[in-house]
């Protein structure tokens, strides 16, 4: 067994998550919290100070008290992620309420199952279309009261509801609210099976919140004598968002909402907020590399951008070397050829996300390592970290100034870390979950004397880095016996430009395969080069020089992994995977057996074609 720990950086709070409010109002009452957009009045952003959101959860919280709801009870929200998430949430949190959070794309089953197990009293939507599916499963949910739909201003309607409360009873329930106090139920992303509720207290949140804010807060602002701001676009539902929310708060950091992830959406608006930082998922970086790279070869310019690539790991390589303190770093004309390239590539890409961000904290799932090099290189250092539901977000994470990029870095300060004999990682911290909500015996299969089985296999190297491999449960063993771990190979394919996701399959079989789908945009692309007549999705995909090239892809894919490993077969598929088919996660990992279910013909004919 191989065990790190690192030492913790904050003492523990004693109080609940709420009292951040109520405290950073009174010690800065001017301080800018939150910028929101108002609907109806374009892309501006409207400033909201300490001052005004201490009183308008306060308001809001009088509000659910005169609504009936008190100390312990548990209320849903469904929502993208907005404003009113957050004033939801502080102000369920100031009368000692628990959140539930809900995917607003989660079907009506899923939400029939959260919401009656939890037993919510109340639930909040965001629009007519989640109004009506929890409205269709009411039946099976004899404890909820009240459904209050954002877009049909609950809000005001509630505060209003509060006005004769006095503010004292809000405070009275405060205080009453300890570290060890549950704050959610958050539900896991179920890729393995059915979702199951993770308690997590106001001490986990608080605990991973202001140990991150003094490991990495030099981060949150590197470049800039003004206050650090971030625009959160992560799902609120989502165990990753609510912490960036949490620690927004408890550090003082300018917050923004986006409900959307994709461009159209998210990009404008980061350049109209222009963050100094951003948390994200590597998708994100998946699609802004494949846009980048696609803008390029459209306008001519495709091999300036495949050199200013090289440039950038080059340079980002020399950097890691130089900081991990096994080189000097770069040397005078790869210098040269990096400020360059600056000039003429990466300030466009550095752009995109508003043009102040120089540090980016990353996870949900893993990141490329080239891809983590390319960015660091072009001006923007991701710093990759991992954990779980169960572990309130981050249970590991790069260091500020010594990212080792591939790997998801060291324990955060609090945290210990643990490499079992089967190679599955153990961890232990303040972070760690209370347990699954009327899962006992789950419990006890996770928390073994006060370390969590995460159910991931890992490696932690002489520099006390941690790999992630894989899931224990997603393992591939072939008919022959041989076992893979499939997530090192499908992130290989991906790197092609043409590929979008790649789903290995293989588990009982005489060899592996693979599920591809190609991303549409470098798709047409490829064809208007080789001047291929318009055609449908199936046709496009007949083609023969595709099917070369994506071999191509396949086969420096295999260069990694030994015969038995290596994929043998492959079959395109003519779109993506997507969350509302069931075969994505909220948070866009993939459902393993739902996509076998879902593409069983195409995966019989791999093996008898």
Same mark, same amino acid.
């Given at each position: &067994?191989?065990?790190?720990?690192?030492?913790?950086?904050?003492?523990?709070?004693?109080?609940?998550?709420?009292?951040? %409010?109520?405290?950073?109002?009174?010690?800065?009452?001017?301080?800018?919290?939150?910028?929101?957009?108002?609907?109806?009045?374009?892309?501006?952003?409207?400033?909201?100070?300490?001052?005004?959101?201490?009183?308008?959860?306060?308001?809001?919280?009088?509000?659910?008290?005169?609504?009936?709801?008190?100390?312990?009870?548990?209320?849903?929200?469904?929502?993208?992620?907005?404003?009113?998430?957050?004033?939801?949430?502080?102000?369920?949190?100031?009368?000692?309420?628990?959140?539930?959070?809900?995917?607003?794309?989660?079907?009506?089953?899923?939400?029939?199952?959260?919401?009656?197990?939890?037993?919510?009293?109340?639930?909040?939507?965001?629009?007519?279309?989640?109004? &009506?599916?929890?409205?269709?499963?009411?039946?099976?949910?004899?404890?909820?009261?009240?459904?209050?739909?954002?877009?049909?201003?609950?809000?005001?309607?509630?505060?209003?509801?509060?006005?004769?409360?006095?503010?004292?009873?809000?405070?009275? *329930?405060?205080?009453? %609210?300890?570290?060890?106090?549950?704050?959610?139920?958050?539900?896991?992303?179920?890729?393995?099976?059915?979702?199951?509720?993770?308690?997590?207290?106001?001490?986990?949140?608080?605990?991973?919140?202001?140990?991150?804010?003094?490991?990495?807060?030099?981060? #949150?602002?590197?470049?800039?004598?003004?206050?650090?701001?971030?625009?959160?676009?992560?799902?609120?539902?989502? %165990?990753?968002?609510?912490?960036?929310?949490?620690?927004?708060?408890? +550090?003082?950091?300018?917050?923004?909402?986006?409900?959307?992830?994709?461009?159209?959406?998210?990009?404008?608006?980061?350049?109209?907020?222009?963050?100094?930082?951003?948390?994200?998922?590597?998708?994100?970086? !998946?699609?802004?590399?494949?846009?980048?790279?696609?803008?390029?070869?459209?306008?001519?310019?495709?091999?300036?951008?495949?050199?200013?690539?090289?440039?950038?790991?080059?340079?980002?390589?020399?950097?890691?070397?130089?900081?991990?303190?096994?080189?000097?770093?770069?040397?005078?004309?790869?210098?040269?050829?990096?400020?360059? #390239?600056?000039?003429?590539?990466?300030?466009?890409?550095?752009?995109?996300?508003?043009?102040?961000?120089?540090?980016?904290?990353?996870?949900?799932?893993?990141?490329?390592?080239?891809?983590?090099?390319?960015?660091?290189?072009?001006? &923007?250092?991701?710093?990759?970290?991992?954990?779980?539901?169960?572990?309130?977000?981050?249970?590991?994470?790069?260091?500020?100034?010594?990212?080792?990029?591939?790997?998801?870095?060291?324990?955060?300060?609090?945290?210990?870390?643990?490499?079992?004999?089967?190679?599955?990682?153990? %961890?232990? +911290?303040?972070?760690?979950?209370?347990?699954?909500?009327?899962?006992?015996?789950?419990?006890?299969?996770?928390?073994?004397?006060?370390?969590?089985?995460?159910?991931?296999?890992?490696?932690?190297?002489?520099?006390?880095?941690?790999?992630?491999?894989?899931?224990?449960?997603?393992?591939?063993?072939?008919?022959?016996?041989?076992?893979?771990?499939?997530?090192?190979?499908?992130?290989?394919?991906?790197?092609?430009?043409?590929?979008?996701?790649?789903?290995?399959?293989?588990?009982?079989?005489?060899?592996?395969?693979?599920?591809?789908?190609?991303?549409?945009?470098?798709?047409?692309?490829? *064809? *208007?080069?080789?001047?291929?007549?318009?055609?449908? !999705?199936?046709?496009?995909?007949?083609?023969?020089?595709?099917?070369?090239?994506?071999?191509?892809?396949?086969?420096?894919?295999?260069?990694?992994?030994?015969?038995?490993?290596?994929?043998?077969? #492959?079959?395109?598929?003519?779109?993506?995977?997507?969350?509302?088919?069931?075969?994505?996660?909220?948070?866009?990992?993939?459902?393993?057996?739902?996509?076998?279910?879902?593409?069983?013909?195409?995966?019989? !004919?791999?093996?008898?074609?």
């Amino acid at each position: &067994m191989h065990e790190l720990s690192t030492p913790p950086l904050a003492p523990p709070a004693p109080g609940g998550l709420a009292d951040s %409010v109520y405290d950073t109002a009174e010690a800065s009452p001017d301080l800018l919290l939150y910028s929101r957009r108002v609907a109806g009045q374009g892309d501006g952003w409207h400033d909201v100070s300490a001052r005004r959101f201490r009183d308008e959860v306060l308001g809001l919280a009088k509000g659910l008290l005169a609504r009936g709801i008190r100390f312990g009870d548990r209320v849903a929200l469904m929502s993208r992620t907005r404003y009113e998430w957050t004033l939801f949430d502080y102000a369920l949190w100031s009368i000692g309420a628990i959140t539930v959070p809900v995917y607003p794309t989660a079907a009506a089953e899923q939400v029939r199952w959260i919401l009656a197990e939890t037993h919510v009293v109340a639930c909040v939507v965001e629009n007519e279309d989640h109004a &009506m599916t929890v409205g269709a499963v009411c039946d099976a949910l004899p404890h909820l009261a009240d459904i209050w739909q954002l877009d049909q201003r609950c809000v005001e309607l509630l505060v209003e509801d509060g006005r004769d409360i006095p503010d004292a009873l809000v405070h009275r *329930q405060r205080l009453a %609210v300890t570290a060890e106090s549950v704050a959610t139920v958050i539900y896991t992303s179920g890729t393995t099976g059915r979702p199951k509720g993770c308690l997590l207290t106001h001490g986990n949140f608080s605990a991973e919140a202001d140990n991150m804010l003094a490991g990495w807060g030099s981060l #949150f602002n590197e470049h800039s004598n003004e206050q650090a701001s971030s625009l959160l676009f992560l799902p609120l539902a989502h %165990v990753y968002g609510r912490m960036v929310q949490i620690a927004a708060m408890r +550090g003082g950091i300018r917050l923004g909402h986006v409900g959307e992830l994709g461009a159209d959406a998210l990009l404008p608006a980061l350049a109209s907020f222009r963050p100094t930082f951003l948390h994200a998922v590597p998708y994100v970086f !998946e699609k802004l590399y494949a846009q980048a790279r696609q803008a390029a070869a459209t306008a001519g310019r495709g091999e300036l951008f495949e050199r200013a690539a090289e440039v950038a790991i080059r340079w980002a390589r020399a950097n890691e070397r130089k900081a991990l303190g096994h080189g000097t770093g770069p040397g005078p004309g790869l210098k040269a050829r990096h400020l360059a #390239f600056d000039r003429m590539v990466y300030q466009r890409i550095r752009a995109a996300l508003g043009g102040r961000v120089r540090n980016v904290m990353c996870g949900g799932s893993t990141l490329n390592r080239d891809l983590g090099l390319f960015f660091a290189g072009a001006g &923007m250092t991701v710093y990759e970290g991992y954990g779980l539901t169960e572990t309130s977000a981050a249970i590991t994470a790069n260091p500020p100034g010594r990212a080792k990029f591939g790997t998801v870095g060291k324990p955060v300060p609090g945290a210990t870390v643990l490499i079992a004999e089967d190679g599955e990682v153990w %961890v232990r +911290g303040g972070s760690v979950f209370a347990g699954y909500l009327n899962h006992p015996r789950c419990t006890a299969e996770a928390l073994r004397d006060g370390w969590f089985a995460t159910g991931d296999l890992g490696s932690l190297d002489g520099d006390g880095y941690l790999t992630i491999i894989g899931r224990k449960k997603e393992l591939i063993v072939t008919s022959s016996g041989k076992n893979l771990a499939p997530a090192a190979l499908e992130e290989r394919v991906r790197l092609h430009p043409l590929v979008s996701q790649c789903l290995v399959v293989g588990d009982n079989r005489p060899y592996v395969a693979a599920l591809i789908t190609l991303d549409p945009r470098a798709l047409d692309h490829w *064809q *208007q080069v080789r001047r291929r007549p318009p055609q449908d !999705e199936w046709t496009a995909l007949a083609d023969e020089e595709l099917h070369a090239e994506i071999q191509r892809a396949v086969a420096a894919a295999n260069t990694a992994v030994s015969r038995a490993e290596s994929i043998r077969a #492959f079959r395109l598929l003519p779109r993506d995977f997507t969350v509302e088919q069931g075969l994505l996660t909220p948070s866009l990992k993939m459902r393993r057996k739902a996509i076998a279910d879902w593409y069983a013909a195409d995966i019989e !004919e791999l093996y008898t074609s």
